[in-house]
């Protein structure tokens, strides 16, 4: 977990992109600390929240893996494909609800490493989950 300092280029809207993208095109989520709590809160209390002032911004940099998951299957007529969709746990304490994106024939495995990544969707971009891929021996 490492502490991003509260300067104002931090602190743009964190609640409506509660991500970081690095120059490796890696993504790490974001998360807030709101005084001397221990516990992290996530997504980032918006700038209009009281508690936002005392809040910084952190960086959710370990391995997630799965708690739980639903798989979502729309109407028919909606013509979409089931949708996966998880609680993931972070090891600095965070659980994030998102959805999570498999091979065709894949399911989820609960407690699997995941990474975080983007999706363009119609509405902008989305975090979205990805099975950790293994390293070829």
């Not at 391995?63 to 998951?69: D, K």
């Not at 299957?73 to 304490?93: C, M, R, V, W, Y």
Request: no cysteine; aromatic share 6%; glycine share 8%.
């Amino acid at each position: 977990m490492s502490s991003v300092n509260g300067d104002a280029g931090n602190r743009v809207a964190p609640s409506l992109q509660p991500w970081r993208e690095a120059s490796d095109g890696s993504i790490t989520l974001l998360a807030a600390q709101v005084g001397d709590r221990k516990s992290l809160h996530f997504p980032p209390l918006p700038e209009t929240s009281p508690l936002a002032k005392s809040s910084v911004l952190v960086e959710l940099t370990g391995t997630p893996v799965l708690y739980s998951y639903t798989i979502v299957h729309f109407s028919p007529k909606a013509n979409k494909a089931p949708q996966t969709l998880g609680q993931i746990d972070f090891p600095e304490g965070v659980r994030v609800f998102g959805r999570i994106e498999l091979p065709d024939g894949r399911r989820p495995v609960i407690g699997e490493p995941l990474r975080t990544a983007l999706q363009v969707t119609a509405d902008g971009p989305i975090y979205v989950f990805h099975p950790l891929e293994k390293v070829a021996a």
